[in-house]
């Protein structure tokens, strides 16, 4: 069964320029979230897609938004990029099991976007 | 808001012997699961243990175990027999029982395992 597949891998840009990103969750698995890792800030929520709607969203400005298309595949937008969104953006699926959605998070490898 | 703590940037563990990882967390909520989420330097994240907040007994994987207690929300990780494989950045995580996959991560603490 594949993984969970992110793309680009590793890819730069310049401040204003905006970026996508792409996931494409386990076969089967309905929910995929997004997060953002830095050294400094750690792991952080930034926004929750089931069922091609947002489900949860974390604390980042308008400047991040998503979505998640029917086949469950989701992508994520950054615009206006600024230095500080450099960063290790992973992506993980989830099939929610029953009422207590007890699903394990599998993650992707991630895309590592360096903005200059 | 609930927020993780994990006190310990960095742990050295001599191969074959046992190590722990600590991890607090801070939440008005009952229903929620703890996890413990593994990283190996350049790869992909993955779920080492699993502690549902309403289960009392304390979950076990293999060689991993955790010490759960509830009261004094901690959630510490107990790796015995630490093998090179496991050397890695170890995070610990919360999830409401209500907000989807939304996982709330402590800083992480990095393992080194010397042969």
């Known amino acids: 069964k594949a993984g969970v597949t992110q793309t680009p891998r590793y890819l730069i840009k310049t401040r204003g320029q905006q970026v996508t990103l792409s996931c494409s969750p386990i076969s089967g698995h309905r929910s995929v979230s997004w997060y953002q890792q830095t050294p400094g800030q750690g792991l952080q929520f930034l926004f929750e897609y089931f069922s091609e709607t947002q489900r949860n969203k974390g604390n980042f400005p308008g400047r991040f938004s998503g979505r998640q298309f029917s086949n469950s595949r989701s992508e994520m937008n950054v615009s206006t990029l600024e230095l500080g969104d450099s960063a290790l953006y992973l992506c993980?699926?989830?099939?929610?099991?029953?009422?207590?959605?007890?699903?394990?998070?599998?993650f992707g490898e991630g895309s590592r976007l360096t903005v200059l | 808001a609930q927020t993780v703590t994990q006190s310990q940037p960095e742990m050295s563990v001599q191969e074959a012997e046992t190590v722990t990882l600590s991890c607090t967390y801070d939440t008005s909520e009952s229903d929620y699961y703890l996890f413990w989420y593994k990283q190996p330097p350049s790869r992909q994240m993955i779920l080492v243990i699993r502690?549902?907040?309403?289960?009392?007994q304390n979950a076990t994987e293999n060689r991993f175990s955790v010490n759960f207690q509830k009261a004094a929300k901690s959630f510490s990780l107990k790796i015995s027999d630490s093998q090179l494989g496991d050397a890695a950045m170890y995070f610990c995580a919360y999830r409401s029982a209500f907000a989807g996959n939304k996982l709330v991560f402590g800083a992480g603490t990095i393992l080194r395992v010397k042969s």
């Open positions: 993980a699926s989830s099939f929610p099991t029953g009422g207590e959605n007890t699903g394990e998070l599998f």
């Open positions: 502690q549902e907040a309403y289960k009392q």
